[in-house]
């Protein structure tokens, strides 16, 4: 398969967000006259937002694009291997991800004290800026930019009611590839809520709200791992239902166990099962609020768990009075019957 047109452009366009000089002339216009790109016109509306949805939008934004880059890059190795041009093509993949982490990097240094700004161009072009640091966002990714401009979309309209900003827009993923849009249930991401404060939050309902900016590092590496822990956790026991076990979700604990060794799961009162879950297994309150959720996980049922208070949850600090504030799903606190 050729890759020249591609890599050719992919590569131009890589060197200019490296430099940081994209100016509107020497990008295609995003749409006709009158057909502006729903991602056009919410970064339009977002221009004069309060910072934390721009912080959200540019999170998002950058999060995305540094996947679907290292995407590219992974499909081309593969497309290409065993073929004549894989030393060709393995050279620019690693340039790629080079530049998928710069801009993973980027993005992971935001928080509620960064300054976000976003511009759109009298070519539709959009543009966000991270404490000064301008990365575009039309015209990026080669071959699949209306992809990732609706999974940017789609993700932000999970945070927000894109309704009150955007109208007559379908807030569904394209007719893709599943390669394009299927989701990673293990694969925390954040929001910069104006009303929740740092928020970790799951494709599968799962959302942690944290109180406090210090340690964001922390909570993030914190967080990530439970999310996938807890994704594991799931996937296991939903095995074991398959098998014929009975969940007992009112015994189901998680016991500590020498680092580097598989815990001591009990999920019924005579029946275990062994799994390497180290941060769960010293999270015991966090694992019973979770019951509901993972019950749900089980059944193949959807459910929105809210765990206020995270950073005690997760271990992190001592335990704080949540504050109250308006947020787009209820929080629970069921204790699972």
């Given at each position: 398969?050729?890759?020249?047109?591609?890599?050719?452009?992919?590569?131009?366009?890589?060197?200019?967000?490296?430099?940081?000089?994209?100016?509107?002339h020497?990008?295609?216009?995003?749409?006709?006259?009158?057909?502006?790109p729903?991602?056009?016109?919410?970064?339009?509306?977002?221009?004069?937002?309060?910072?934390?949805?721009?912080?959200?939008?540019?999170?998002?934004?950058?999060?995305?694009?540094?996947?679907?880059?290292?995407?590219?890059a992974?499909?081309?190795?593969?497309?290409?291997?065993?073929?004549?041009?894989?030393?060709?093509?393995?050279?620019?993949?690693?340039s790629?991800?080079?530049?998928?982490?710069?801009?993973?990097?980027?993005?992971?240094?935001?928080?509620?004290?960064?300054?976000?700004?976003?511009?759109?161009?009298?070519?539709?072009?959009?543009?966000?800026?991270?404490?000064?640091?301008?990365?575009?966002?039309?015209?990026?990714?080669?071959?699949?930019?209306?992809?990732?401009e609706?999974?940017?979309?789609?993700?932000?309209?999970?945070?927000?009611?894109?309704?009150?900003?955007?109208?007559?827009?379908d807030?569904?993923?394209?007719?893709?590839?599943?390669?394009?849009?299927?989701?990673?249930?293990?694969?925390?991401?954040?929001?910069?809520?104006?009303?929740?404060?740092?928020?970790?939050?799951?494709?599968?309902?799962?959302?942690?709200?944290?109180?406090?900016?210090?340690?964001?590092?922390?909570?993030?590496?914190?967080?990530?791992?439970?999310?996938?822990?807890?994704?594991?956790?799931?996937?296991?026991?939903?095995?074991?239902?398959?098998?014929?076990?009975?969940i007992?979700?009112?015994?189901?604990?998680?016991?500590?166990?020498?680092?580097?060794?598989?815990?001591?799961?009990?999920?019924?009162?005579?029946?275990?099962i062994?799994?390497?879950l180290?941060?769960?297994?010293?999270?015991?309150?966090?694992?019973?609020?979770?019951?509901?959720?993972?019950?749900?996980?089980?059944?193949?049922?959807?459910?929105?768990?809210?765990?206020?208070?995270?950073?005690?949850?997760?271990?992190?600090?001592?335990?704080?009075?949540?504050?109250?504030?308006?947020?787009?799903?209820?929080?629970?606190?069921?204790?699972?019957?």
């Open positions: 398969m050729a890759y020249s047109r591609p890599v050719t452009r992919f590569l131009a366009c890589m060197v200019v967000l490296l430099l940081g000089l994209a100016s509107a020497s990008l295609p216009a995003a749409a006709a006259s009158g057909d502006v729903a991602l056009t016109r919410l970064a339009r509306q977002l221009q004069d937002s309060p910072m934390p949805m721009r912080s959200d939008f540019a999170w998002l934004a950058l999060t995305q694009m540094a996947a679907f880059y290292t995407e590219q992974e499909r081309a190795r593969l497309e290409t291997r065993a073929t004549p041009r894989a030393r060709e093509t393995a050279k620019w993949a690693a790629v991800d080079a530049y998928a982490d710069r801009i993973a990097v980027l993005a992971d240094s935001i928080s509620n004290e960064s300054a976000i700004t976003i511009s759109v161009g009298i070519s539709n072009e959009v543009h966000v800026y991270v404490d000064g640091q301008p990365v575009i966002l039309t015209a990026a990714i080669s071959s699949q930019q209306a992809a990732y609706a999974r940017v979309l789609q993700r932000y309209c999970i945070l927000y009611i894109c309704e009150d900003l955007l109208q007559d827009v807030y569904g993923e394209p007719s893709l590839s599943a390669d394009y849009v299927t989701t990673d249930p293990s694969i925390a991401y954040w929001s910069f809520s104006q009303h929740a404060g740092p928020v970790c939050m799951t494709n599968d309902g799962l959302e942690f709200q944290f109180q406090r900016l210090s340690d964001l590092a922390v909570k993030r590496a914190v967080c990530s791992q439970v999310v996938a822990e807890l994704s594991e956790l799931a996937d296991a026991l939903a095995r074991e239902q398959q098998r014929g076990i009975s007992n979700w009112k015994v189901l604990a998680i016991h500590p166990a020498p680092p580097g060794t598989e815990n001591r799961v009990r999920i019924a009162l005579r029946d275990e062994r799994l390497l180290p941060t769960l297994a010293g999270l015991p309150q966090l694992v019973k609020i979770v019951r509901p959720w993972l019950s749900a996980r089980v059944r193949g049922d959807t459910f929105q768990l809210v765990v206020l208070n995270a950073e005690y949850m997760m271990g992190l600090t001592e335990p704080a009075e949540p504050e109250t504030g308006i947020q787009r799903y209820p929080a629970f606190t069921i204790e699972y019957e």
